[in-house]
C-alpha cells in the first residue's frame, strides 16, 4: 500500500505500479510478436520448399534497410510525446498508429479532458488503444469474410470515397491540435506540404518534417516561456 501525499508519490507509484510492469510484459510481447513474422518465411521454406538464395535475401534486406532505417530511429520519436510508451508498445504491436491508434488516443483524452504528455493522459490514452485494438481486429475479421460481396453492391462513387478515409482522419487529427496551439499547426501542416512537394528522396520526407516539428516546437516553447 502506498500513501498519496503529493506529485512526488504520485509519481513513485505511478513508476512502481505501472511503468516497470508495462516495459517489461511490454519487452516480452514485443519479442514475440517479431519472431513471430518469421514464421511464414520458415513455413514457405520448410514446409513448401520455397528456399531464396542468400543474394536474393539480402536484397530484401537492403530494400528494407534503405527504406525504414531512419524511420527507425525517428518515428518513435514523433509519436512518444503524444502516445507515451504504453502507447508506443501497444501502437507498434498492433500497427495502424497514425490511422487507428493515435486518433483513438486523441479522441478519449479530449473526451474526458486529459492532456496528451500526463499520466492521465497516457492511462485513458492506452485503455482507448487496447479497445481499438478488439474493434479493429472484430471488424478487419468482418471485412475479410464479407467484403468482397459488400463491395460488389455498393454504389461506386462510396468506394472511391475510402480514398480519402485517411486525409479524414488525419484532418480531425489536425483540428484538435490546432485549438491548443494556433500558430505551431498550421505551420507544420504548410511545411509538410512544401517537403511532399519539394524534390527530396522520399525516404528523406518524413524524417525532416518530424526534425522541423522537434526545432519549431522548442523554439516557439523556448519563446513562450521568455514571455512569462
Do not use: H
Not at 528494407?64 to 507515451?84: D, N, Q, R, T
Not at 485517411?166 to 491540435?177: E, F
Request: with cysteine; net charge positive.
Amino acid at each position: 500500500m502506498y500513501t498519496i501525499q503529493n506529485n512526488a508519490d504520485i509519481d513513485k507509484v505511478f513508476y512502481k505500479e505501472y511503468t516497470v510492469k508495462m516495459i517489461r510484459r511490454g519487452r516480452i510481447t514485443t519479442l514475440i510478436a517479431a519472431l513471430l513474422t518469421f514464421l511464414p518465411a520458415l513455413y514457405l521454406w520448410l514446409a513448401l520448399g520455397y528456399k531464396p538464395s542468400w543474394g536474393l535475401i539480402g536484397q530484401g534486406w537492403a530494400i528494407i534497410v534503405s527504406s525504414y532505417l531512419i524511420i527507425y530511429f525517428v518515428e518513435p520519436l514523433g509519436f512518444y510525446p503524444v502516445m507515451g510508451l504504453s502507447g508506443i508498445y501497444i501502437g507498434y504491436l498492433a500497427g495502424n498508429i497514425p490511422s487507428v491508434r493515435l486518433p483513438a488516443m486523441l479522441s478519449a483524452q479530449a473526451a474526458t479532458g486529459c492532456d496528451a504528455g500526463t499520466k492521465k493522459g497516457e492511462l485513458v490514452g492506452t485503455i482507448a488503444i487496447g479497445m481499438s485494438v478488439f474493434v479493429n481486429l472484430a471488424f478487419v475479421t468482418f471485412a475479410a469474410v464479407t467484403g468482397v460481396a459488400i463491395l460488389n453492391v455498393l454504389p461506386s462513387f462510396i468506394v472511391s470515397a475510402f480514398d480519402y478515409t485517411l486525409p479524414a482522419i488525419l484532418g480531425g487529427v489536425i483540428a484538435q491540435y490546432f485549438k491548443k496551439n494556433k500558430v505551431f499547426v498550421p505551420l507544420i501542416l504548410i511545411l509538410c506540404v512544401i517537403l511532399q512537394k519539394a524534390p527530396l528522396p522520399n525516404i528523406t520526407k518524413f524524417p525532416s518534417a518530424i526534425l522541423l516539428s522537434f526545432l519549431i516546437g522548442y523554439y516557439l516553447y523556448q519563446s513562450k516561456k521568455k514571455k512569462q
